[in-house]
């Protein structure tokens, strides 16, 4: 048995700065010996650290989390980034064509409603997907979870906790504990009789995204965006 972490975020997403060192330190310190990296909309960051840390024995999934036009979708077992904006079906599409498995992140979460897959966009693919989160370790309310079980339930869709770790402090505490695998179709046999560990959101993660995320935009001279960002946010 080993404990797999999935859905997380390195540097090369625009809201965590999570080098790789910081990243293998707290796998360790955790015991995780397989992980799914997962950025946004790129799967640059899985390709870069799968060497490093499968040389120090964690196992990695290639994935991306991809904005659709509806909201988000993971593809894990990527080659390759699949592009972001597409539609739904043509995101599954190009994860398919992969080889790859479809993953429906937190489908239920009023704080971040612009992220949220709709719900008859997954009802139009629940056919294709494979995995749908029924946890997501930065949701900030626990009914969250339970609306997320009603709607893999609802679908019939295989469940799944997400640790959605943007920070090194958020590793290793939301993780299922499962029978090794070696690919995708093992993973979904063993996923389905796994044990899933469960923790409450950090609410200071949230905070330290944002301030990455107004920092690099900072860095790139992109400051009618974060003007944007205070506006929404104060009301101004």
Do not use: W
């Not at 999935?6 to 910081?22: E, Q």
């Not at 196992?59 to 597409?86: A, D, N, Q, W, Y």
């Not at 739904?88 to 994860?95: D, F, H, L, S």
């Not at 958020?170 to 504990?177: A, F, Q, T, W």
Request: with cysteine; proline share 3%; aromatic share 8%.
């Amino acid at each position: 048995m080993i404990k797999a972490e999935f859905h997380t975020h390195t540097r090369f997403s625009h809201d965590s700065a999570m080098g790789r060192l910081a990243y293998l330190i707290m796998l360790k310190i955790k015991g995780v010996k397989a992980v799914a990296v997962t950025d946004h909309n790129t799967a640059e960051g899985a390709l870069y650290l799968k060497p490093f840390l499968e040389k120090h024995g964690i196992k990695v999934i290639i994935g991306e989390e991809i904005f659709t036009s509806r909201g988000e979708i993971i593809g894990l077992f990527l080659k390759e980034t699949v592009k972001p904006g597409m539609t739904p079906e043509k995101t599954a599409e190009a994860i398919k064509s992969q080889g790859g498995l479809i993953y429906v992140p937190h489908p239920y979460d009023e704080k971040r409603r612009a992220t949220v897959l709709a719900e008859d966009a997954i009802e139009a693919l629940k056919n294709s997907i494979d995995l749908i989160e029924i946890h997501n370790g930065r949701n900030a309310k626990r009914e969250f979870s339970e609306k997320q079980e009603e709607i893999a339930l609802k679908y019939g869709i295989t469940p799944i906790i997400g640790s959605d770790a943007h920070t090194f402090f958020e590793l290793g505490r939301n993780y299922v504990v499962m029978e090794d695998f070696s690919g995708p179709g093992q993973m979904m046999e063993n996923i389905k009789k796994a044990e899933f560990v469960r923790k409450d959101c950090i609410r200071a993660a949230h905070a330290a995204t944002r301030a990455v995320r107004l920092f690099k935009l900072a860095l790139s001279g992109r400051f009618d965006e974060i003007y944007g960002i205070i506006k929404r946010k104060f009301g101004i």
